[in-house]
């Protein structure tokens, strides 16, 4: 095995720690399930998931250090990505009247949007950054074998249980939400929860360092 087992013991611990505690991820995932279902539920869980393979991905190519010695590379990013947030929630706001319960397609949130929605709210998580570029390689042991392979165990691990716990909250949340839509006045009162709570993870990523 390429990863110590004590290092990898101790790593799966702390993700599962990490993974169960509500992050932004994590009610992005709930907000998707909600409004769109479980199908855009499990689609913002790839997203994010996929999001994060591509911060472990720079984190073993080295590109790390360049957003780490360059921070307004990454300033810009999460401000992108907060804003991009914003925009969508006041959408839903907007668009909650508009929505007829018997209109498959008033959902607005399709598989393919929920996945790059997600990718777009895991790439500009400051969280996502600092657990990737400042947590996963102190896992890492040079003397313990290649260290992309370690990179590829540990980023695997956290993937797989990344997607157990998210992929968990967005089918709950999507059947759930799938039954509250049938009826008109609370599915306007999702999109607008929702909207709020897309509003709420902008602010707060923009607001992170």
Known sequence: MPV???????????????????????LFVLGCGMRGGVRAGISATLGVVTGDALYIVAAAAGLAVLLTAFPVVFTILRFAGAAYLVYLGVQMIRQRKNAQVDDPAADGMSGRRAFFNGVV????????????????????????????????VLGAVLIILEFLADGTVGVLAGRIGSWLRERQAVRRRIDAATGSLFIGLGVRLAAER
Do not use: E, K, R
Not at 4 to 26: K, N, R, Y
Not at 124 to 152: E, K
């Open 4 to 26: 110590d087992p004590h290092l990898l013991a101790a790593f799966t611990v702390i993700t599962i720690i990490a993974l169960v505690t509500p992050g932004p991820d994590m």
């Open 121 to 152: 709210s895991s790439a500009a998580n400051p969280q996502t950054f600092t657990f990737m570029v400042a947590l996963l390689p102190q896992f890492i042991d040079p003397a313990a074998g290649p260290v992309w392979a370690q990179f590829a």
